[in-house]
């Protein structure tokens, strides 16, 4: 069964960059079918979607975060990681990784993520 | 920032039904497929519905989904407190080009 685990420091300083890794276990991240998409759920609040990206590098960021994002995969570890730079206290949450479904049928799209990891907390200090 | 809008909460007793609304637009909503995640806070949310009506692998068909015009539905029969969760609705936004959830909906099972 496919599984996914964030990690990454619980505690960033504000205006600096919070790095996080997600590893995939029981699936391929280089299988190309998928997308490895981040999320994030600020307290008290609903999830917001920062991008997702390929295992051949292509990714789609919300540009809500203003150029501040950055994703990478890492194929020989089996993982992809976020980057998140200039971070202020709006970006404490938790975050989740999870592996998403792209495409399109007819004249709409389908996107859906069917497997999440459990989500770490990162919280933005001053 | 959520851009669908959900009632923040719902309840009913064990055995009755519930609906979940999300509201949205023709760009996403509208034009796009639906899904829905069920939550409980410290785990890795599920995904219940895709597709708009398709029941993802091990949900019972006490869970049904449906879409009309620029909304979604979630439809639980047969309340179980098992049941209780937040639930998120989710969907692509194509004029924005990025996914886009609800404001999610705390299910009560009284």
């Known amino acids: 069964q496919v599984q996914l685990q964030e990690s990454g420091p619980g505690l960033v300083k504000a205006s600096q960059t919070l790095s996080l890794t997600c590893a995939v276990s029981d699936d391929s991240i280089n299988s190309g079918l998928y997308s490895w998409t981040w999320i994030r759920q600020p307290a008290g609040k609903g999830l917001e979607w920062i991008g997702h990206?390929?295992?051949?590098?292509?990714?789609t960021y919300n540009a809500s975060l203003k150029g501040r994002v950055t994703m990478s995969v890492d194929t020989s570890k089996n993982q992809f990681s976020l980057k998140l730079r200039s971070v202020t206290a709006a970006d404490t949450a938790v975050y989740f990784c999870?592996?998403?479904?792209?495409?399109?049928?007819?004249?709409?799209?389908?996107?859906?993520?069917?497997?999440w990891g459990r989500g770490t907390a990162v919280t933005v200090s001053s | 920032q959520s851009v669908l809008p959900q009632p923040p909460s719902v309840s009913a007793a064990p055995g009755q039904k519930v609906t979940i609304s999300c509201s949205g637009a023709?760009?996403?909503?509208?034009?796009?497929?639906v899904s829905w995640y069920q939550h409980l806070p410290g785990t890795a949310p599920k995904l219940v519905i895709y597709d708009n009506d398709k029941r993802a692998s091990g949900i019972p068909d006490r869970f049904s989904g449906s879409k009309s015009g620029t909304s979604a539905t979630l439809a639980i029969t047969g309340l179980q407190t098992g049941d209780e969760a937040d639930y998120y609705c989710?969907?692509?936004?194509?004029?924005?080009?990025?996914?886009?959830f609800g404001g999610g909906t705390k299910l009560t099972v009284l």
């Open positions: 023709r760009s996403n909503i509208g034009n796009n497929f």
């Open positions: 990206l390929y295992a051949s590098g292509t990714t």
């Open positions: 999870a592996r998403g479904i792209y495409g399109r049928l007819g004249l709409e799209n389908y996107y859906y993520m069917g497997v």
């Open positions: 989710g969907t692509w936004d194509s004029s924005l080009s990025v996914g886009v």
